[in-house]
């Protein structure tokens, strides 16, 4: 079962016994807990029938004595384990995924470890209850995991504004969440977020920003090129040369492998670069000004400079300095 169908039937009253939440997406645990602690009981039932635990203060044995017991004056009882991977051999807790009680909810926090699934212990919670592996998302994955949560709240974003967010926050989706839940306050319902509502709510440049000098390099516009690796390096903080390092790097590949496409046309190139098919004219673009060997050349810059930013082979040059010389030598 996955997140979605777990939060679906959770919705509908839909509860199973035994919910254990494992993965290095803590976002995905934490959201189907905080849901089954604020819906299932009512603040009146709360009181007697909602306990928290967490795994550096408790056994299996403590665990099990709260699980067994019934409700009181009301249907159900949660009982809400928090860092369970601190627990010593959580596989003792077997005898009770055996035979739940079904008046229980039990919910288990297993953070940034999965158990062996192959294991008896994983069978039986796959049986009796809810196995779910919280994986972390891919970069690529991300700009999609954008668009379906505002379309949820009613918003649409536009390509670049997502590709912008997903760059600069990353993959840590409690992070990013917070970021669109500003954007979801800040506007309208059914508002389509462009680059400006990025810019103004969030704080990233819309004109000086990793998509802006891609496209920059891609047109060879040198000007721009340079306007904007000089506001990176006036703004360290925000635009730190690792990522910008990175961020090329993965744009580069993409041109190379393009040039190596049998089929070139739109929907194959997206496939392929694994890209939004809104950018693929921009990569079809560069690929026409920088052949396989300028674009073997620049990766290669590209590592050289990685090198140096970590110390390997600088002397003195400051980070902004590498930046510079670095767009110099992609451009020329």
């Given at each position: ?55 550096k203060d408790t056994d ?249 930013s970590k110390g390997i ?18 451009l020329h």
């Amino acid at each position: 079962m996955n997140y979605e169908d777990i939060l679906a039937n959770l919705r509908k009253k839909i509860y199973h016994p035994i919910y254990f939440l494992m993965g290095e997406e803590s976002y995905f645990i934490d959201q189907i807990t905080d849901y089954i602690s604020k819906n299932v009981l009512t603040d009146a039932e709360k009181g007697f029938n909602q306990h928290v635990l967490y795994g550096k203060d408790t056994d299996i044995d403590t665990i099990i004595t709260h699980a067994r017991r019934f409700p009181m004056m009301a249907n159900h009882q949660v009982i809400i384990v928090k860092e369970a991977q601190n627990i010593k051999k959580i596989e003792e807790l077997e005898p009770y995924i055996n035979a739940p009680l079904t008046s229980t909810i039990l919910v288990i926090n297993y953070k940034y470890k999965t158990i062996d699934k192959r294991k008896s212990f994983a069978k039986q919670l796959g049986k009796k209850g809810v196995l779910f592996d919280a994986k972390k998302i891919y970069d690529n994955q991300l700009p999609a995991w954008i668009n379906s949560y505002l379309s949820a709240h009613k918003f649409s974003i536009e390509p670049q504004a997502s590709a912008m967010l997903a760059e600069y926050l990353g993959t840590d989706l409690s992070k990013v969440s917070n970021e669109l839940d500003k954007l979801i306050i800040s506007l309208p319902a059914d508002t389509k977020i462009t680059p400006n509502h990025i810019e103004k709510n969030i704080g990233i440049s819309k004109d000086f920003n990793i998509f802006e000098l891609q496209n920059a390099l891609g047109d060879k516009n040198i000007l721009k090129s340079n306007q904007i690796i000089n506001y990176f390096a006036a703004n360290p903080g925000s635009n730190p040369i690792t990522r910008t390092i990175a961020s090329l790097y993965f744009f580069f590949m993409k041109i190379l492998t393009y040039h190596f496409l049998d089929d070139k046309s739109p929907n194959a190139v997206a496939s392929s670069l694994q890209v939004n098919p809104y950018f693929v004219k921009s990569y079809v673009a560069a690929a026409k000004r920088y052949p396989i060997k300028k674009v073997v050349e620049i990766i290669a810059t590209l590592r050289e400079y990685d090198m140096k930013s970590k110390g390997i082979g600088n002397v003195s040059a400051s980070a902004g300095d590498l930046q510079r010389e670095m767009i110099y030598k992609i451009l020329h």
